[in-house]
């Protein structure tokens, strides 16, 4: 598997995976919702192909998904001190991003993020300004191994205390810390980019800036 279809053959399973996921919630008739059962299959087994994954346990996954499909939302908020933006250390990769995670349901958006924030960093913080709206298989380069489309919400932060930042609250992070744009440690881009922190350091100077949204 070549590295430049990896993304072409993501979306075409991914939009399979979905195709199947909607045909099982609204079929009637058991021949069509066998042929979509198969579809959901061969979206596995790409998706496998893909990630040098085990199709079975993709499949598995997707098989957990009921209803209309739709993109799934990741919530992130950016905090900025003196220039110098607040990440946490993902425990998974090792790597830095802004404090985010999924959006639960029930959740209000901006209650997401603060909860996330609060949960990731140790700090209480109010969510001011929606800074943008990504696909984050536009921005963010998603693994081939991820069997979602995904929105990313970016929101700026303002402190609510002045607490210092603790990591690992909810065992996910184990770092945390304030960083300047010129000097970013290693960034889990799948959650956030240099690009995109840039872009939050323009929001978080000018309140009154457009929302980015693709």
Known sequence: MTTALAPTLHRIAIELAAMAQNGLTYATDHYDQDRYTRMRAL???????????????????????????????????????????????EARD????????????????????????????????????LAAVHDGSVHNGHSPAGPWHIYKLFFVMERLDDGVPVAGLDGETSDVGFFPLDALPPLSTGRTTAEQLVRMHVHAQDRTAPTDFD
Request: hydrophobic share 50%; glycine share 10%; aromatic share 4%.
């Open 94 to 129: 090792g790597r830095w991003t802004l404090p985010g995670g999924w959006a639960d349901a029930l959740d209000r958006p901006a209650s997401a993020a603060e909860r996330e924030f609060a949960e990731e960093a140790g700090l209480a913080v109010r969510a001011v300004k």
């Open 43 to 89: 979206s596995a087994e790409l998706m496998g192909l893909i990630s040098d994954g085990v199709p079975a346990e993709v499949e598995a996954v997707l098989a957990l998904e009921a209803g209309h499909a739709t993109p799934k939302v990741d919530v992130r908020g950016a905090l900025f001190e003196d220039g110098r933006v607040l990440l946490v250390r």
